[in-house]
């Protein structure tokens, strides 16, 4: 690849005004001409991308200041994808058959651009498909009739990986054109997914050799960027020749723009610093906005509100002479602002309207938000807190934007936890809100950070565009491994230098770890070993992929497609996957507390009181599971010293009955995301120790997912489910009696919102919600047959269901679990769905080599994948000397459990039988053996004890105490299997296809992404439709 030299730019990229060379909409073909109805003639800046843009199919860069109309290019660039396909003035396109992707850097910018085309390219029948994260898309029908894709790059990224097996990357054969919005987008947190999860896989796609005459293998690519010195760069990796790269500087952007960084003394929290700077908001209101509208950025929704009250109350203590507030200016503007603020539904706005000051957010609701921006817009209201997002979706341009404090709470899947520093984009998009073109000859913007943050937000404009790639390097190269687009060695190495990466390692190696020693042409000979066979040899080692040295094939490994599925980080996988055997609950909290997911989440050391306060409470409802002391590990630790063991500490004072209410505004921040990402790792440990037929550590896994997505353990009140059903609520009917889902069902309308306290119809929304988490009842039954040689056991398990769920057509999702506890090894793993499975059902297996003096003890649960509380199970035990089979005389009668159904209040039930030896003269059996014996328990509903509990002395793995004295819980305590009722929230959502057991490697010609790809391709050329 041929890199340009640094500070190129092309000989075409001055930039004229001259009237000679605008462009008009009329120049457009007449059916593409009434897409633009809000002006007539194309702007300098557009009309200087127009030829390369319309009039070429060329991959194109452009590179501007915010609110140039960079947005019009893309369109341009579309529309030619779309202009091969007019005969004689007529648009005619058969549905689906190629397809632009607009790639946003957010999910706002996306919802709003789909919401646009939409509208406007409906008039030529395309379909424009909007794939975030508030759509559930089936891909194979929502996306292969699409004309136009809106997404973003995690969201395209996550679409191929988690469905690649169902045909999720089917539509990549069709793809024609990509746009990139704010494509130095690269240079954040979030750029690898742009980068390698979304580009270079479809370069890698585009380039494959039977994939020729379909749109993919002519694919072009249209970048657009703000300001970035080195773009040359994002040209050079999109393989744009020198006449398709424009830059423009800020002398061309509409009003001129003059940047303020103030710099302030850090305080303990970023919480507190964020606050404290409100004090400082009037004098830099006053001193820079000249009287016209102030546009101020918060960090949170809440932010805004505290903040606009902070401005009213800081406004009525000063006096201004000839003014009624300091943001109202005469009395015509006062009663405009009387007049809308008794429209207004919140009533917090309602007063600080009055002053002349608003805020508006997500929260806010939509009636509100609208005679907001009416207000704004009208220069009504001096002074709008908003939230950053705002800045990439409603256009409010205002003459002063002050951005108050540069951090903000991460909250969004795949970010790092905790406050980060804003990116790039968001800055640069905030900015660009400041000058309004039609009332303003400059704009201002003013930028409260900490001190020593200043140099960074002064340098914003000249920040060279970097790839992310390298710290996340062996997880994208493990997902294109799974994908198949990367089969070896050599693709591999292919596919790093499809990659912008590539690109700046060859321009700045040392920066990227290169290149220590040695001539500059030895680049491309270091990449290889030290990137490429480097972390290839590290997903090797521990299981993830296979490698064949000698043909240097790669076949990706069962572990190795849960890391991509889940979006694992490689050195969590690691630990995930060197579990010891025989696992508790605590192990895999501490797999959570240690992810390298959650490394950002740090110890502060205002924090240590009270996380030894909640370590060490001794009171009913305390935690779950403590850390222990390492001197002793029966009793709780004193001092909190690691932020693994915060994690920990924080995931059992998030999941308590009883939530602490000592946690402060930062810390309940972080649980939210800490129970975020533990719920995704839990998925994976799930499944992953499903497939090592590790009985303990997957029926853990299994469970804490469930209770990390419900927000509570297994033993909590049912009722808190139900979405609408909060903790205070759920106390309120646990006060009055009703703790279960069915208790619930059963409750009048009425009394269950006198209960609550609330009014009609909420009782009637309950329980519509309820009846959908009800499940059918079921009963296990579980035979032993006979003996086999080496201590083997035949068994019979029987699945009965006893009635149907009460609402029609709902499937709930199960996972049927039977193992063997002194091997700790899972014996039969099947996914079910209680209201389908064919009843009864049977199944019989064979346990493995045991000890031969060895008490034999089996479990068997159905645990359902959403609901917690409601699953069952039981466990059987069977002594060495016990008749079984044919030395009993008949068949042995089963031991049996019922799950808690839709016609019993009672919990579900934990059935424990134990068979009895043969007759020896030291036991007193009246029957001498020929019966069997079965006792069976209900679990009592109640929380283990938390410095555990003895066990049976036939216990073994599971049942053991654990090391360091945790308790263990669910199947495996002495007495309770598996039903503990806890519960919360319950979110709709499918289950997850279960990875197989039985085979560890995806076959050479199995349902892989090319294959899919190709299959599309082919019909394309043979001339047929999907």
């Known amino acids: 690849m041929h890199l340009p030299e640094e500070g190129w730019c092309s000989g075409d990229q001055e930039c004229t005004t ?39 199919d ?12 960079k947005t019009t290019i893309l369109e341009l660039a579309m529309l030619r994808t779309f202009s091969n396909y007019i005969e004689n003035g007529v648009f005619n396109l058969q549905p689906g058959s190629l397809k632009v992707i607009y790639l946003g850097p957010c999910k706002s910018l996306v919802q709003e651009k789909a919401n646009d085309w939409r509208a406007r390219l409906g008039k030529l029948n395309l379909t424009v498909r909007e794939v975030t994260g508030d759509t559930d898309i089936t891909p194979n029908e929502s996306l292969d009739d699409a004309d136009v894709i809106c997404t973003t790059p995690e969201k395209l990224d996550a679409i191929t990986r988690k469905r690649h097996d169902q045909g999720g990357m089917r539509f990549f054969a069709e793809i024609a054109c990509v746009l990139i919005d704010e494509v130095h987008l690269l240079s954040e947190n979030r750029g690898a997914a742009l980068e390698a999860g979304a580009i270079s896989r479809i370069k890698m796609v585009s380039k494959y050799h039977d994939l020729h005459q379909v749109p993919v293998n002519n694919v072009r690519f249209v970048a657009v960027s703000a300001t970035v010195p080195n773009i040359e760069d994002i040209a050079a990796w999109l393989e744009t020749p020198s006449m398709a790269v424009k830059t423009f500087g800020d002398e061309m952007r509409p009003v001129p723009l003059q940047t303020i960084v103030k710099g302030y003394v850090p305080s303990k929290t970023d919480f507190l610093f964020e606050t404290r700077l409100s004090d400082f908001l009037y004098e830099v209101i006053h001193q820079h906005s000249a009287g016209k509208p102030t546009l101020l950025f918060c960090s949170s929704r809440k932010g805004t509100c505290d903040t606009a009250q902070h401005l009213l109350n800081t406004t009525s203590n000063r006096f201004i002479p000839g003014r009624i507030s300091a943001y109202v200016v005469n009395a015509h503007q006062q009663e405009q ?39 704004f817009r009208n220069s009504l209201l001096m002074v709008l807190c908003t939230t950053s997002t705002l800045a990439l979706g409603v256009n409010l341009p205002a003459h002063l934007v002050v951005i108050k404090g540069t951090r903000r709470w991460c909250s969004e899947p795949g970010e790092p936890a905790g406050y980060q520093e804003y990116e790039r984009t968001t800055c640069l998009q905030m900015i660009g809100r400041a000058g309004r073109p039609q009332f303003d000859t400059c704009g201002t913007a003013v930028i409260m950070t900490q001190k020593q943050l200043v140099p960074r937000y002064q340098s914003l404009f000249s920040e060279r565009v970097e790839s992310q790639l390298n710290g996340c390097f062996a997880e994208y190269l493990n997902a294109e491994i799974v994908l198949r687009t990367i089969a070896d060695t050599s693709m591999a190495l292919r596919w790093l230098q499809s990659t912008f990466l590539y690109v700046r390692a060859r321009r700045h190696p040392q920066q990227y770890g290169l290149l220590q020693h040695g001539l500059r042409q030895d680049v491309d000979l270091q990449m290889q070993p030290k990137l490429v066979v480097a972390n290839i040899d590290q997903l090797a080692k521990h299981g993830l992929v296979e490698f064949d040295t000698a043909s240097t094939r790669l076949s990706a490994l069962v572990p190795g497609q849960l890391m991509a599925h889940h979006y694992i980080r490689l050195h969590t996988m690691i630990h995930l996957v060197n579990l010891k055997s025989q696992a508790t609950m605590p192990d895999l909290l501490m797999i959570i507390g240690e992810s390298e997911e959650l490394n950002s989440i740090k110890l502060r050391r205002a924090e240590k009181k009270v996380l030894n306060s909640i370590n060490t409470d001794q009171s009913d409802g305390c935690v779950r599971f403590f850390v222990p002391d390492e001197m002793k590990p029966s009793k709780p630790k004193l001092r909190i010293q690691l932020s693994s063991e915060k994690i920990f500490v924080l995931i059992n004072a998030a999941l308590n009955e009883n939530a602490s209410s000592e946690l402060d505004f930062s810390l309940r921040q972080e649980v939210d995301q800490v129970l975020r990402v533990a719920e995704r790792i839990a998925s994976c440990m799930a499944r992953q120790y499903a497939h090592t037929k590790q009985l303990a550590a997957a029926v853990h896994a299994h469970g804490l997912a469930k209770c990390m997505r419900q927000r ?30 069915l208790q619930l069902s059963e409750l009048d309308p009425r009394r269950l919102e006198s209960i609550v306290q609330r009014s009609y119809p909420f009782g009637n929304l309950i329980k519509q919600e309820v009846v959908k988490l009800l499940v059918p009842r079921v009963k296990l039954h579980l035979y032993p047959l006979g003996r086999l040689h080496h201590s083997r056991v035949e068994m019979e398990l029987v699945v009965e269901r006893l009635a149907a769920a009460p609402h029609i057509g709902k499937q709930s999702h199960a996972k049927l679990i039977v193992g063997c506890v002194n091997d700790d090894r899972i014996l039969l793993y099947e996914h079910i769905v209680l209201e389908n499975f064919p009843s009864p059902y049977k199944v019989k297996f064979i346990t493995e080599k045991q000890a031969p003096q060895a008490a034999l003890e089996i479990v068997a649960c159905i645990m359902l994948d959403r609901q917690v509380g409601m699953d069952t199970s039981l466990r059987l035990v069977i002594p060495s000397s016990a008749p079984l089979g044919d030395e009993a005389g008949a068949r042995a009668a089963p031991v049996s ?37 079965r006792t069976a328990a209900i679990a009592k509903n109640t929380r283990p004890d938390r410095c555990g509990s003895s066990l049976t002395e036939n216990a073994r793995g599971p049942f053991r105490q654990h090391q360091n004295h945790w308790p263990s819980s669910g199947i495996f305590s002495a007495t309770d299997c598996s039903n503990g009722r806890s519960s919360a929230h319950a979110r709709d959502g499918k289950s997850e296809p279960d990875v197989p057991i039985a085979s560890s490697r995806i076959p050479a010609g199995g349902n892989n992404m090319l294959s899919m790809v190709r299959k599309k391709a082919q019909k394309l050329q043979d001339g047929e439709g999907e």
């Open 897 to 933: 459990s019922v799950s808690e159904g839709t016609d019993s209040s009672t919990p579900a039930q934990s059935a424990t039988t134990v068979l009895p030896h043969l007759a020896s003269p030291d036991d007193d059996l009246s029957d001498n053996g020929a019966s069997v014996v």
């Open 337 to 375: 602002l009387r007049q809308a603020s008794l429209k207004f539904i919140d009533k917090q706005l309602q007063k600080v309207v009055l002053a002349g000051i608003g805020f508006h957010n997500a929260a806010v609701e939509a009636q509100d938000r609208i005679l907001i921006e009416q207000l």
């Open 18 to 56: 001259d009237a000679d060379h605008i462009h008009s909409v009329s120049e457009l073909p007449g059916c593409f001409q009434s897409l633009f109805t809000e002006f007539r003639y194309f702007n300098a800046i557009q009309s200087e991308c127009f030829a390369s843009a319309f009039k070429s």
């Open 712 to 741: 509570m353990w297994e033993d909590g009140a049912q009722t808190r489910q139900v979405q609408q059903i909060g903790r205070q609520q759920s106390n309120r009917l646990a006060s009055a009696g009703i703790k279960t889902l």
């Open 58 to 69: 060329s991959n194109m860069v452009v590179s501007a200041p915010t609110a140039t109309g």
